[in-house]
Each structure stands twice: as structure tokens, then as C-alpha cells.
């Protein structure tokens, strides 16, 4: 399995700017993660999927954000627009729920944005 | 909240000696702890699990403990390896019930040759 798949790996963009993240789960697992890393913040989770409906967007910080699963094996982030305190490393995980046992994460490479 | 707390100083170590980390938690007692590893550049890597009922559990060099009374869980890498210089992360669930993971912010370890 090659793991869980984002791209793009690095994205410089300009403040204003629409910014579209993509990540592809690990084959078979029900549950994606968005999450964003920064120094200031650490690991934060920002909104996650539960067989491609979403179940907690509270973690999204403002309407400039939104996520969608249109299907099992693909989630993007939007950011519309985007503003330089965007600025992080983006994650998405996926995992398995097992019966009735915590499931570990898989974390994809992540995508580092850069608003300017 | 339920949060989770962990040295944000890097600790830096020699080569050979043990390190230990530590993760302390707030409000109630998680029913789990996990301890993931981080490069940089890369995205957080699962290494052990444990639970509330489990004092310790092992993993090669790996021994992580999980004290309820003092809210708090220490991670050990014995014989430590320049290649063991990472960023180790603790997590629990966001709530009771969850198996949704909230991470600390990790603590940096450094192991000189």
C-alpha cells in the first residue's frame, strides 16, 4: 500500500488566493483526518470524516475553510481566501475502526503552504 | 478541555543512554495513551499504544508507562541511537468514549554520538 497521499507537497501562494489540498486515504480505512501543525499551535485537528460524511468540523477555524469527501478515496481543503496566518503544514490521516478498539492514525506526508 | 502537556525544550542526550519523556494530561483519565514519532518533513508515525490498566508496555528499546494517580505517561528509548533524534508526540481521546486522537505538542529529542 503506498500509504496515505497528498499533494501538493509545497504550495506558494499569495494572500487572497484559493488554495485546494487533496489526500487519498489508505485503501479500506472509514475515518480521514485534516489536521494543520504549526510552532505556535502543534498538531491540531481541524475536521474529520467518518465513510465520507463529515462528523466534527469544529475544529475548522473560520468560513474560509471548508473540506469535502466526495467518495471514499479523496478529501480536499479549501481555503478561500487565503491569508498569511494560513500558513502551516497540512496533514490528512486516515485509520480503521476496529471493533470497538482505538485504531491508530496514518498520517500522509503533508502539504507545507506558504500565504504571502 | 482535556489537553495534553509536553516538555516543549528539546532534550539532548548522549549516545547509549536512555531517554525519557514526558506526557502529562489534564481532567479525567484517558481510557488510552499513544506515543507517535515525527521527522521533520514527514507526517507523525504510530509507535505504541496504552492503556489506562496497563502500567507499562514494551516495544524492543521502546518502554512506555501510564501512572493515572500522577496523570501522566513516560516514554523510554534504552540504548538510544542517533537515528532515534525526532520529535515524539503524545496523544489522547478527545473525550471519553473517543477514539478520536487530540495531540500534545511534542518534545524534541536530540541524541548526540
Known amino acids: 500500500d503506498a500509504g496515505v497521499i497528498q499533494s501538493p507537497r509545497h504550495e506558494v501562494t499569495e494572500m487572497g488566493q484559493e488554495v485546494t489540498l487533496r489526500c487519498k486515504p489508505i485503501s479500506g480505512h472509514d475515518y480521514l483526518f485534516w489536521y494543520r501543525q504549526t510552532m505556535m499551535r502543534g498538531l491540531e485537528l481541524l475536521i474529520y470524516f467518518n465513510n465520507n460524511v463529515p462528523i466534527d468540523d469544529s475544529g475548522m477555524p473560520e468560513d474560509r475553510f471548508s473540506a469535502k469527501m466526495p467518495n471514499a478515496s479523496f478529501s480536499t481543503l479549501k481555503i478561500q481566501p487565503s491569508e498569511p496566518r494560513d500558513s502551516a503544514v497540512y496533514f490528512c490521516?486516515?485509520?480503521?475502526?476496529?471493533?470497538?478498539?482505538?485504531?491508530?492514525?496514518?498520517f500522509g506526508p503533508g502539504t507545507r503552504l506558504l500565504v504571502l | 478541555s482535556q489537553k495534553i502537556e509536553q516538555n516543549s525544550e528539546a532534550l539532548n542526550i548522549q549516545e547509549g543512554k536512555t531517554a525519557t519523556l514526558t506526557c502529562n494530561y489534564t481532567?479525567?483519565?484517558?481510557?488510552?495513551l499513544q506515543w507517535y514519532r515525527q521527522d521533520p518533513g514527514r507526517g507523525p508515525v504510530f509507535l505504541l499504544l496504552?492503556?489506562?490498566?496497563?502500567k507499562e508496555k514494551r516495544k524492543e528499546r521502546l518502554k512506555v508507562t501510564f501512572d493515572t494517580t500522577l496523570k501522566q505517561s513516560l516514554f523510554h528509548i534504552t540504548a538510544s541511537q542517533p537515528a532515534d533524534s525526532a520529535t515524539y508526540l503524545c496523544?489522547?481521546?478527545?473525550?471519553?468514549?473517543?477514539?478520536?486522537?487530540?495531540f500534545g505538542r511534542g518534545t524534541s529529542l536530540i541524541v548526540h554520538p
Open positions: 481532567n479525567y483519565s484517558p481510557a488510552y
Open positions: 496523544a489522547r481521546p478527545l473525550s471519553g468514549g473517543s477514539y478520536i486522537p487530540t
Open positions: 490521516a486516515s485509520s480503521k475502526q476496529g471493533s470497538g478498539a482505538p485504531e491508530t492514525q496514518y
Open positions: 496504552i492503556r489506562e490498566n496497563e
